[in-house]
């Protein structure tokens, strides 16, 4: 017999459940994602309507007649009033039409799947870099306090979060690219390559390999490892610092020193007993690096010509272009929303008090 | 062939290449070969900022980018002769003849064109496309109604006629070669494939929504990849009536950052890089790989006042400001590749212009501009601002001015901002001065005369937007006669005249004070022979490797 069943049958000792557990929870996820999209939606639209950016001129340029300039107002529907442009826009997201992007004359939706990929596969690529060196350079040097390895990771971390990744990535071109010529240069891949690849995913390390092409596979690899490295770099360092802070204070606590006393060895004390008791935190701050690197990063983007996410974002605002801005800008609400369900789960996974 | 160093390179790179890829993706990459980024023999590969591209479609187009893409895929009547702007040579018309009166032209086709498409390119075709610029009334529409091409009348006045002709039926005697350079080989005119456009037209906009991502016209290249913001691909016309361009392929891809054109032009990535900076191009100047290649185009860069009302309304205060540009200085320093000290609206290689020394007679004088402001009752000067965009060499300028301003009491406050918001703010007169660019489309005087002198209403319900004149609220009756007199005038020599008259009044009393007329400035391999360009063209199908 059902939960609801039982409910409905009459007064009872048990709790009174109208719905099921999961039901509810569901409920109120999808309940806080409608909100904080729709909320997102709002703000960045009607910021979006006052900034003093003229989306007509970016269509039409500034040599146009005032009479092509009107009906060209008219045609993007702006002499509408604002909650009337905002239902009409919001009935468009419903049927998942973020309507046409000013500045490149296709649809948003279309722009997004063209450039996302590609911010997904520099990212992915950037916080496997980061995750794999960060973590346990961080427990390293929680470990070994004080010590030279403490020493020189501190430096990286600094060099990571001080050093910008515009200046970190002409440098890195100028050395691996131009000097040493062990990367490929600025684009996702070769031209000689660029147009044999019929894209399938939008990956160019996963299409090339459906393709069989090894070769193309290669020359991928060789143009996405350093801006993925350089972006890692400062992943890297947030990542292995907050480790490091978190490990710290672990080892500090009893248990850490009763495992010792009981001659559990170092490396199984920290692997074994006290990295399980940071996992939680950890995950959160990868899923906040790998959530900022998703966001685009405009300025390596820039250097190294990858026609990603976060440039296309930037020039869209740059040319007043809302219907891209808003378009882009729920995204990475989905994003943010999507990467801390995640969080959540996984907090579900690492800590059994959570369940 | 690969020389012997270019081999080394290539082997070394090859072998750099694997080394970290490997490190990254182990037994998956082990083997692999990564391919040399040597450009291909038979392609013109290019480095270029093309994010200003939303648009095909000649009609709407109005940036260099989208321009010189179409240059290269669409024909239009006639073209600019490559070694010299001001002549206009046949291109998809072979001929012309003009009536004894000046007003009808009648254009001679290439006879047997097709379109990639497939389709037979008729004089109808031509027509068409020149009507739906009129109808499609973007701003392009007033390169033609400027010669008295309207609505109501283009399916009159510019009429297919028999054996493949297209007879334009003016309203006045215009100078034919001002015709000739404003409409016939301007893209207004480019021969566009009505009857693909016509089966994708939807809701009357005569093929426009088609036009965004794509092209349908006959040239010697056709456009077969654009990807916003990443890459553009020509590829050789194989059916095209005319001859075929030496290199099979045109690739340009989107780069931004000028610090990365140059990388990848030094490492031989690309032949052409399109936005190196004057450092950039200083540092190449003595590269044995690359040479520096510029010429003036037809853009000039202009401080503009609007004289509504304050100091600016009065003709000596902006006779003094344009004594505070520091021409020679500017020009020797943050502009040196970038452009010449100009202060003519009419650019050098127009017909019509000023030459160099009396195009531009100003010179830093600070005791001239300040015994200016005293005659104009600002002894003490005054406080103004001055808006700006984001070119890279509009704030330097606008520190330049505003420290000489700043020494004969003048304080300019400085704003720079989006340019799209610089363009808001100026098209709707809410400014005091600003600072910006401005390009015609034509090599005569008359191309700037009319848009930058001519105002035809200056009241600000008559909104004539696209006149920078009228941006500024500046209109002079009696300069708007002479600009009238002056495009009509049979006679060059008293044209002229009249042209040197109107350039002289304007730089004593003119709303704009021109700075510079720009450069178009590439860095280009030294392997990549015929690279052919002026102010008005790049012809890509000339490049030979």
Same mark, same amino acid.
């Given at each position: 017999?059902?939960?609801?069943?039982?409910?409905?049958?009459?007064?009872?000792?048990?709790?009174?459940?109208?719905?099921?557990?999961?039901?509810?929870?569901?409920?109120?996820?999808?309940?806080?994602?409608?909100?904080?999209?729709?909320?997102?939606?709002?703000?960045?639209?009607?910021?979006?309507?006052?900034?003093?950016?003229?989306?007509? $001129?970016?269509?039409?340029?500034?040599?146009?007649?005032?009479?092509?300039?009107?009906?060209?107002?008219?045609?993007?529907?702006?002499?509408?009033?604002?909650?009337?442009?905002?239902?009409?826009?919001?009935?468009?997201?419903?049927?998942?039409?973020? *309507?046409?992007?000013?500045?490149?004359?296709?649809?948003?939706?279309?722009?997004?799947?063209?450039?996302?990929?590609?911010?997904?596969?520099?990212?992915?690529?950037?916080?496997?870099?980061?995750?794999?060196?960060?973590?346990?350079?961080?427990?390293?040097?929680?470990?070994?306090?004080?010590?030279?390895?403490?020493?020189?990771?501190?430096?990286?971390?600094?060099?990571?979060?001080?050093?910008?990744?515009?200046?970190?990535?002409?440098?890195?071109?100028?050395?691996?690219?131009?000097?040493?010529?062990?990367?490929? *240069?600025?684009?996702?891949?070769?031209?000689?390559?660029?147009?044999?690849?019929?894209?399938?995913? *939008?990956?160019?390390?996963?299409?090339?390999?459906?393709?069989?092409?090894?070769?193309?596979?290669?020359?991928?690899?060789?143009?996405?490892?350093?801006?993925?490295?350089?972006?890692?770099?400062?992943?890297?360092?947030?990542?292995?610092?907050?480790?490091?802070?978190?490990?710290?204070?672990?080892?500090?606590?009893?248990?850490? $020193?009763?495992?010792?006393?009981?001659?559990?060895?170092?490396?199984?004390?920290?692997?074994?007993?006290?990295?399980?008791?940071?996992?939680?935190?950890?995950?959160?701050?990868?899923?906040?690096?790998?959530?900022?690197?998703?966001?685009?990063?405009?300025?390596?983007?820039?250097?190294?010509?990858?026609?990603?996410?976060?440039?296309?974002?930037?020039?869209?605002?740059?040319?007043?272009?809302?219907?891209?801005?808003?378009?882009?800008?729920?995204?990475?609400?989905?994003?943010?929303?999507?990467?801390?369900?995640?969080?959540?789960?996984?907090?579900?996974?690492?800590?059994?008090?959570?369940? | 062939?690969?020389?012997?160093? &270019?081999?080394?390179?290539?082997?070394?790179?090859?072998?750099?290449?694997?080394?970290?890829?490997?490190?990254?993706?182990?037994?998956?990459?082990?083997?692999?070969?990564?391919?040399?980024?040597?450009?291909?023999?038979?392609?013109?590969?290019?480095?270029?900022?093309?994010?200003?591209?939303?648009?095909?479609?000649?009609?709407?187009?109005?940036?260099?980018?989208?321009?010189?893409?179409?240059?290269?895929?669409?024909?239009?009547?006639?073209?600019?002769?490559?070694?010299?702007?001001?002549?206009?040579?046949?291109?998809?018309?072979?001929?012309?003849?003009?009536?004894?009166?000046?007003?009808?032209?009648?254009?001679?086709?290439?006879?047997?064109?097709?379109?990639?498409?497939?389709?037979?390119?008729?004089?109808?075709?031509?027509?068409?496309?020149?009507?739906?610029?009129?109808?499609?009334?973007?701003?392009?529409?007033?390169?033609?109604?400027?010669?008295?091409?309207?609505?109501?009348?283009?399916?009159?006045?510019?009429?297919?006629?028999?054996?493949?002709?297209?007879?334009?039926?003016?309203?006045?005697?215009?100078?034919?070669?001002?015709?000739?350079?404003?409409?016939?080989?301007?893209?207004?005119?480019?021969?566009?494939?009505?009857?693909?456009?016509?089966?994708?037209?939807?809701?009357?906009?005569?093929?426009?929504?088609?036009?965004?991502?794509?092209?349908?016209?006959?040239?010697?290249?056709?456009?077969?990849?654009?990807?916003?913001?990443?890459?553009?691909?020509?590829?050789?016309?194989?059916?095209?009536?005319?001859?075929?361009?030496?290199?099979?392929?045109?690739?340009?891809?989107?780069?931004?950052?000028?610090?990365?054109?140059?990388?990848?032009?030094?490492?031989?990535?690309?032949?052409?890089?399109?936005?190196?900076?004057?450092?950039?191009?200083?540092?190449?100047?003595?590269?044995?790989?690359?040479?520096?290649?510029?010429?003036?185009?037809?853009?000039?860069?202009?401080?503009?006042?609007?004289?509504?009302?304050?100091?600016?309304?009065?003709?000596?205060?902006?006779?003094?400001?344009?004594?505070?540009?520091?021409?020679?200085?500017?020009?020797?320093?943050?502009?040196?590749?970038?452009?010449?000290?100009?202060?003519?609206?009419?650019?050098?290689?127009?017909?019509?212009?000023?030459?160099?020394?009396?195009?531009?007679?100003?010179?830093?004088?600070?005791?001239?501009?300040?015994?200016?402001?005293?005659?104009?009752?600002?002894?003490?000067?005054?406080?103004?601002?001055?808006?700006?965009?984001?070119?890279?060499?509009?704030?330097?300028?606008?520190?330049?001015?505003?420290?000489?301003?700043?020494?004969?009491?003048?304080?300019?406050?400085?704003?720079?901002?989006?340019?799209?918001?610089?363009?808001?703010?100026?098209?709707?007169?809410?400014?005091?001065?600003?600072?910006?660019?401005?390009?015609?489309?034509?090599?005569?005087?008359?191309?700037?005369?009319?848009?930058?002198?001519?105002?035809?209403?200056?009241?600000?319900?008559?909104?004539?937007?696209?006149?920078?004149?009228?941006?500024?609220?500046?209109?002079?009756?009696?300069?708007?006669?002479?600009?009238?007199?002056?495009?009509?005038?049979?006679?060059?020599?008293?044209? &002229?005249?009249?042209?040197?008259?109107?350039?002289?009044?304007?730089?004593?009393?003119?709303?704009?004070?021109?700075?510079?007329?720009?450069?178009?400035?590439?860095?280009?391999?030294? &392997?990549?022979?015929?690279?052919?360009?002026?102010?008005?063209?790049?012809?890509?199908?000339?490049?030979?490797?």
């Amino acid at each position: 017999m059902s939960r609801t069943a039982i409910a409905a049958s009459g007064p009872s000792s048990e709790p009174v459940r109208i719905l099921p557990s999961w039901l509810k929870i569901s409920g109120r996820i999808l309940a806080s994602f409608t909100v904080t999209l729709l909320g997102l939606a709002a703000l960045t639209f009607f910021i979006g309507r006052l900034l003093p950016l003229d989306p007509v $001129v970016a269509v039409l340029g500034d040599n146009v007649t005032q009479e092509a300039y009107q009906a060209m107002y008219k045609q993007l529907g702006l002499d509408q009033p604002l909650y009337v442009q905002f239902g009409r826009y919001i009935w468009g997201v419903l049927h998942l039409d973020f *309507g046409m992007a000013l500045t490149t004359g296709k649809p948003v939706m279309a722009d997004i799947a063209r450039v996302f990929p590609a911010t997904i596969e520099l990212a992915s690529v950037a916080i496997v870099i980061g995750t794999s060196l960060g973590i346990p350079l961080g427990v390293l040097s929680a470990m070994y306090r004080g010590s030279w390895l403490d020493q020189i990771v501190r430096v990286v971390g600094l060099i990571g979060y001080s050093a910008p990744n515009f200046w970190l990535g002409l440098m890195g071109l100028v050395l691996f690219y131009a000097t040493l010529g062990w990367v490929g *240069g600025p684009g996702r891949i070769d031209f000689t390559y660029e147009f044999d690849l019929e894209p399938v995913t *939008g990956f160019l390390l996963i299409d090339s390999l459906l393709a069989g092409n090894w070769e193309m596979f290669g020359n991928a690899v060789s143009h996405i490892i350093l801006p993925a490295s350089i972006l890692a770099f400062s992943s890297l360092a947030y990542i292995s610092r907050m480790t490091r802070s978190f490990m710290m204070e672990q080892l500090s606590q009893e248990y850490v $020193v009763t495992a010792r006393v009981k001659g559990l060895s170092w490396a199984r004390t920290v692997w074994g007993h006290a990295f399980r008791n940071i996992a939680v935190q950890v995950v959160t701050v990868v899923a906040l690096s790998y959530a900022f690197l998703l966001e685009g990063a405009v300025l390596t983007e820039t250097v190294f010509a990858w026609p990603g996410f976060g440039r296309y974002l930037t020039n869209a605002l740059l040319a007043g272009d809302m219907n891209a801005v808003v378009g882009c800008t729920l995204l990475v609400g989905v994003i943010f929303v999507t990467l801390n369900l995640l969080c959540d789960l996984l907090y579900r996974v690492f800590d059994p008090r959570t369940r | 062939m690969t020389n012997r160093n &270019d081999e080394i390179v290539i082997k070394r790179r090859l072998a750099g290449r694997e080394l970290l890829s490997a490190a990254a993706v182990a037994a998956l990459c082990a083997g692999a070969g990564v391919a040399v980024a040597a450009t291909p023999k038979n392609a013109l590969v290019m480095a270029w900022n093309v994010d200003a591209i939303s648009t095909f479609d000649p009609a709407q187009v109005g940036e260099v980018v989208t321009n010189e893409i179409l240059q290269n895929t669409c024909d239009t009547l006639a073209d600019f002769d490559p070694a010299d702007e001001r002549k206009v040579v046949p291109s998809f018309a072979s001929r012309w003849d003009v009536s004894p009166d000046r007003k009808e032209i009648t254009f001679h086709l290439q006879k047997g064109a097709k379109f990639p498409s497939g389709n037979p390119v008729t004089a109808e075709d031509v027509a068409w496309s020149l009507h739906r610029v009129v109808k499609l009334n973007f701003g392009n529409a007033a390169t033609l109604t400027e010669f008295g091409f309207t609505k109501d009348n283009v399916e009159q006045t510019i009429v297919a006629g028999p054996n493949d002709t297209l007879v334009f039926k003016l309203d006045k005697p215009y100078p034919t070669t001002l015709v000739l350079q404003s409409i016939a080989a301007n893209r207004v005119s480019m021969v566009m494939d009505k009857k693909t456009l016509m089966a994708n037209e939807q809701g009357g906009d005569l093929g426009n929504k088609y036009l965004a991502t794509r092209t349908a016209c006959v040239g010697p290249y056709k456009l077969t990849r654009w990807n916003a913001g990443e890459s553009i691909v020509l590829e050789a016309n194989d059916g095209y009536w005319g001859k075929a361009p030496a290199l099979k392929r045109v690739l340009i891809r989107h780069v931004a950052e000028p610090g990365t054109q140059r990388l990848l032009l030094s490492q031989g990535d690309v032949d052409v890089a399109r936005d190196l900076t004057p450092e950039d191009l200083k540092d190449l100047e003595g590269s044995k790989d690359v040479s520096i290649v510029k010429v003036l185009k037809p853009q000039l860069f202009f401080w503009t006042f609007n004289v509504a009302d304050g100091p600016f309304s009065k003709e000596k205060v902006r006779l003094a400001m344009r004594y505070l540009i520091d021409y020679d200085g500017l020009g020797k320093t943050i502009m040196t590749y970038l452009g010449v000290p100009r202060a003519s609206f009419a650019q050098l290689g127009a017909v019509g212009a000023l030459d160099a020394k009396e195009g531009q007679p100003f010179k830093l004088d600070l005791d001239k501009a300040k015994q200016l402001l005293t005659e104009a009752g600002y002894p003490t000067g005054f406080e103004a601002s001055l808006i700006f965009g984001t070119l890279p060499h509009s704030a330097p300028l606008a520190q330049s001015v505003q420290q000489n301003a700043a020494k004969i009491g003048v304080k300019l406050s400085l704003e720079r901002m989006a340019n799209a918001q610089l363009f808001s703010k100026v098209r709707g007169r809410e400014f005091q001065s600003a600072m910006m660019a401005w390009q015609t489309g034509v090599p005569d005087a008359h191309g700037n005369a009319s848009r930058l002198v001519y105002n035809p209403d200056n009241r600000a319900e008559a909104k004539q937007t696209q006149y920078p004149s009228w941006r500024a609220s500046f209109q002079d009756k009696e300069l708007n006669a002479k600009v009238d007199a002056a495009l009509l005038e049979g006679d060059p020599i008293k044209r &002229d005249a009249l042209y040197a008259e109107i350039q002289k009044e304007t730089m004593a009393k003119g709303p704009m004070a021109i700075m510079f007329q720009m450069n178009n400035v590439a860095g280009v391999r030294k &392997d990549l022979k015929s690279w052919t360009w002026n102010g008005f063209r790049t012809y890509y199908e000339l490049a030979t490797k």
